[in-house]
Every structure is written in C-alpha cells, then in structure tokens.
C-alpha cells in the first residue's frame, strides 16, 4: 500500500515544481512609505520592521522600504503605503497604528500576486498569508474529493499545476499537501525543496494513512449525510491539520504530536463538511 501511494504521489507532483514557488517567493518588492512626521513614520516603520527582529534582519527588511515625500515621488513602488491622516490617491494603501491589521488586510486583497513575498520579508504578513494558504489548499482539496464522484464539478477546479489525467484522490491530496509545505517553508524565508524539506514531505505522506484511519473511526459521530461529504470533510480536515503543524514547526520548531494532530482533526472536520456542503451547493447551481 505504502509502495502504490508513493507511485502515486509521484505521478501526482510530475508538474509540481518547487521552484514556482521559490521563483514567486524572490519577487522583488519595493515599499514606498510616505507619513507627515518624523513619528508617524518611525511608527509605521516600526510595524513593517519590528524592534524585536534581530539587527540583521531588519537591516534586511530596512533596504525594502523608501521613506517617500508625498509631493515629490520619483518612481513607482510595487507598494505604498500612507499614514492615515494624509489624503491618499487612489494606488496608494492606508495605514493606521490603532488597526494595521485593516491595511495587510486590504493590500493582500488589492495585490494578491505579493501575498508570498510580502510574507517571506515583512513578518506581520506572514500568519495571514500563512493562514490564507491553508485555507485554499484545504479548499481545493475538498473540492478535488468531490470533482472525483461528480465529474461537472471539475471546471471549478482552478490549480495550475494539475496537468493531464488525476491520479487517486490521495495521492493528490498528498501531492497538493505537499505544495502547501513549499509555500509555508517559503512564507517563512526557508529554504525550499524536495531535498531540503523531506522530512515534512516524508510526514505528510505517512499522515495519508493516518488522516483515512482517524477519518473511519470520527465520521460515524459526526452527522453528515450522504457519502460525499464526510470523503470531502475528511480531505479539507486532514490538509488543515498539516498546515498547521507545519506552521508551528516553522514557527516553534516542533509540530503537532500525534495527539494534537487527532484534535484538531476532530475540530476541523465539521468545518469541512460545512465547506463541502457550500462546494457542493456551487456546483448544482452551476
């Protein structure tokens, strides 16, 4: 079983290439900060660089940001931001200290295409960008489990990496849990790799196993209805608990113990059938 799923795997991640990832995660990125007073722009300084970073990385992040005079700009910047008080143009992103929250919010909305690069060098973006990419694999694949037993669900699929015919639904459950390692790692300015992250790799394809035997015996207490639900709760709750304790090993050092990942397994699962269940319903009114 173990030898068939490796195959599989294999099959699944022919057209995953690590290096897409890296490639996006080096983007260059420019920030353009334009604040009315010396204070107002140490504090948004402070937010994007925060003191608590060790000296050589904020000298790092330092060289990204362009203090910027509002009536002089020069040149264009993949990004600015303006404290809140000024009148902003129409490009531009505001930020206020009692909220900074709102303005990774509304630039991660407005420039999507920066979600990687902007979390791998100004770490207040990463959680979100962290959280936002487990969410989607997750998504994906929950939809994946069910596109496999309703073949009109397959246009709404939308991975670039999915070429030709899919393999089985854990394999590529595996595989896309295994690009979610890679955006992670890259998240948090890691090195990224089939070599240099086998032993999350290694994990993930072990957990497959582990996530089908935890699924038989919690489906049963858990009212879904109908057999499609629980198969698409199940992946959307498995992918949800490797990125997660791939997060907190990038973070911490160590992942979820076997106990911990059975918890949140369990936690996870409704939300899954409550995303399985919308998926589901967007594919009948299609």
């Given at each position: 079983?173990?030898?068939t799923?490796?195959?599989e ?6 057209n ?17 900060l334009?604040a009315?007073t010396s204070e107002?722009?140490w504090r948004?300084?402070s937010?994007l660089?925060?003191?608590y970073l ?13 203090r ?22 129409a490009h ?17 909305k407005?420039r ?6 902007l979390?791998r060098?100004?770490?207040?973006f990463r959680?979100p960008v ?13 939809l994946f489990s069910l596109a496999?037993a309703?073949p009109?669900?397959i246009?709404?699929?939308s991975?670039p990496?999915i ?5 089985s639904?854990?394999a ?5 849990q ?9 998240a948090n300015?890691?090195t990224?790799?089939?070599?240099e992250q086998?032993?999350q790799?290694?994990s ?6 582990g996530?089908?035997?935890l699924?038989?015996?919690?489906i049963?207490k858990?009212?879904?209805g109908?057999?499609l639900?629980?198969?698409?709760g199940v992946?959307?709750?498995g992918?949800?608990?490797?990125g997660?304790?791939l997060?907190?090993?990038?973070t ?9 990942q ?5 936690a996870?699962?409704e ?5 399985a269940?919308s998926?589901?319903?967007a594919a009948r009114?299609r």
């Amino acid at each position: 079983m173990s030898l068939t799923l490796i195959t599989e795997v294999r099959h699944a991640i022919r057209n995953l290439n690590p290096a897409d990832v890296r490639m996006e995660a080096e983007r260059p990125l420019e920030i353009g900060l334009v604040a009315p007073t010396s204070e107002t722009m140490w504090r948004l300084e402070s937010f994007l660089c925060p003191s608590y970073l060790p000296a050589a990385r904020r000298a790092k992040i330092s060289r990204l940001l362009h203090r910027v005079e509002a009536g002089s700009r020069t040149r264009a910047y993949d990004i600015e931001i303006w404290d809140d008080s000024l009148s902003v143009p129409a490009h531009v992103f505001t930020f206020d200290a009692a909220n900074p929250g709102a303005t990774i919010e509304q630039i991660l909305k407005s420039r999507p295409e920066l979600a990687l690069t902007l979390a791998r060098h100004i770490v207040p973006f990463r959680k979100p960008v962290i959280s936002h990419f487990i969410g989607k694999v997750a998504r994906e694949n929950a939809l994946f489990s069910l596109a496999t037993a309703i073949p009109d669900m397959i246009p709404l699929l939308s991975i670039p990496w999915i070429v030709g015919e899919f393999a089985s639904d854990t394999a590529f459950l595996t595989a896309n849990q295994i690009r979610l390692a890679f955006l992670i790692a890259a998240a948090n300015d890691r090195t990224i790799g089939y070599r240099e992250q086998r032993g999350q790799i290694g994990s993930i394809v072990a957990s497959a196993f582990g996530f089908r035997a935890l699924a038989r015996e919690l489906i049963g207490k858990i009212p879904f209805g109908g057999g499609l639900l629980p198969k698409a709760g199940v992946a959307y709750a498995g992918t949800q608990v490797v990125g997660r304790s791939l997060e907190r090993f990038y973070t911490l050092g160590v992942g979820f113990t076997p106990a911990e990942q059975r918890s949140a397994f369990s936690a996870a699962l409704e939300r899954g059938r409550e995303i399985a269940g919308s998926l589901l319903q967007a594919a009948r009114s299609r």
